[in-house]
């Protein structure tokens, strides 16, 4: 069983920045490859970014490749969302997800999910 709670999200104008963070608990962090995944209104949950479990290897989707960044340490059992250049369509719900099995861009493949934090763009 693993615990995830997210933090950081908020009301940003076009062009800024936010960091979020997951915070984990329950197993042992290291061991498992984790993810973010954001759903805006109307839409489906889709894949934002994934690293593995010793933080060497990062995976983007091309809608926020070059402006957002994953990271973790695994010291505080905490990973990270750096967003940056931010733009409205980036406006949704984050969610961090513990990933149990292949295919990192499937939200299936996720077996543990934070309840998630909202990120506002604004014009």
């Known amino acids: 069983q693993v615990q995830l709670v997210e933090s950081g999200g908020g009301l940003v104008q076009a062009g800024g920045s936010l960091r979020l963070s997951c915070a984990a608990s329950g197993r042992t962090f290291s061991n498992i490859a984790m993810g973010w995944f954001r759903q805006a209104p109307g839409k489906e949950r889709e894949f934002v970014a994934t690293i593995n479990r010793s933080g060497g290897s990062t995976t983007y989707a091309d809608s926020v490749k070059g402006r957002f960044t994953i990271s973790r340490d695994n010291a505080k059992n905490t990973v990270y969302l750096q967003m940056n250049s931010l733009k409205p369509e980036d406006t949704a719900v984050y969610y961090c997800?513990?990933?149990?099995?292949?295919?990192?861009?499937?939200?299936?493949?996720?077996?543990?999910w934070g309840r998630g934090t909202q990120v506002t763009v604004s014009s």
């Open positions: 997800a513990a990933r149990s099995g292949p295919g990192y861009y499937r939200d299936d493949a996720y077996a543990y």
